[in-house]
């Protein structure tokens, strides 16, 4: 199969990033039994080579370290990243990459879903990594090829949830957040049926101390509710 080549990635300025992200995730289950949730939070949008330095009284609130990411044993997430790419056979993702994320809250951290929009040096984007973690402890990462509506196509192949074997596949639209976030995914079976649609919706807020402040007052131990 020949990869999808890459593809221009909306111009996101520099002082955007880092990003938060004021958000709602909603599940939505229509098999065994139908079953929907939804919750706030706040996700951050991060430069993975030029992560947040945030002023001392405020690091407890917000950390992003390597062993959340890619096994936990690289010496950074670029690092844990750029291995995983080149398992893969992926060279040419050697320019800015984009993750969207949970950080370290007083030590904790949860991260369902990690996602790391990759580029070239010309600022294209080549391919998007989608990391996954279950309440086991463990993690799997989708290497996809989204076309021109950021959708992508991939085989479940990974335990997530006592309520679905690893059967079917994913339709993932992950387009790359602006001054909006909106993702989606939906596990499809073979007969036909969607069993299972998760979205994430948010609107862009500038990650100061004011803004993170406000974020996890808004939502203190984020993560802690999604574990």
Same mark, same amino acid.
């Given at each position: *199969? ?39 939070? #706040? ?6 080579? !030029? ?13 992003? !370290? ?18 995983? %790419? ?12 984009? *993750?969207?994320?949970?950080?370290? @809250? ?21 391919? @998007? @990594? ?5 309440? &086991?402890?463990?993690?799997?990462? #989708?290497? %996809? ?13 990974? &335990? ?11 339709? *993932? ?17 073979? !007969? ?19 803004? %993170? ?15």
């Amino acid at each position: *199969m020949t990869p999808a080549p890459a593809i221009p990635s909306p111009a996101i300025p520099a002082t955007a990033i880092p990003s938060i992200y004021a958000c709602e995730i909603a599940h939505v289950r229509t098999a065994p039994l139908r079953h929907s949730l939804r919750r706030r939070t #706040y996700l951050w949008l991060v430069d993975i080579d !030029d992560l947040p330095r945030l002023p001392r009284f405020l690091r407890p609130l917000a950390r992003f !370290d390597a062993r959340d990411h890619f096994g936990g044993r690289a010496p950074s997430i670029r690092a844990g990243l750029d291995a995983f %790419l080149a398992r893969q056979g992926v060279t040419d993702a050697d320019g800015r990459v984009l *993750m969207l994320a949970h950080a370290r @809250v007083f030590n904790h951290v949860f991260n369902p879903l990690t996602v790391y929009w990759c580029h070239d040096r010309a600022g294209r984007q080549v391919c @998007v @990594v989608a990391e996954v973690h279950n309440t &086991y402890g463990g993690r799997h990462c #989708y290497l %996809l090829r989204p076309d021109a509506q950021d959708r992508a196509d991939a085989a479940k192949t990974f &335990y997530v949830s006592p309520f679905f074997d690893v059967e079917g596949s994913y339709r *993932m639209r992950l387009p790359l957040p602006a001054e909006r976030l909106g993702l989606s995914i939906q596990l499809r079976h073979e !007969d036909g049926s969607r069993p299972l649609t998760a979205t994430v919706r948010g609107r862009r807020r500038p990650a100061d101390a004011a803004g %993170l402040l406000a974020a996890a007052l808004s939502h203190p131990w984020s993560t802690l509710a999604v574990t």
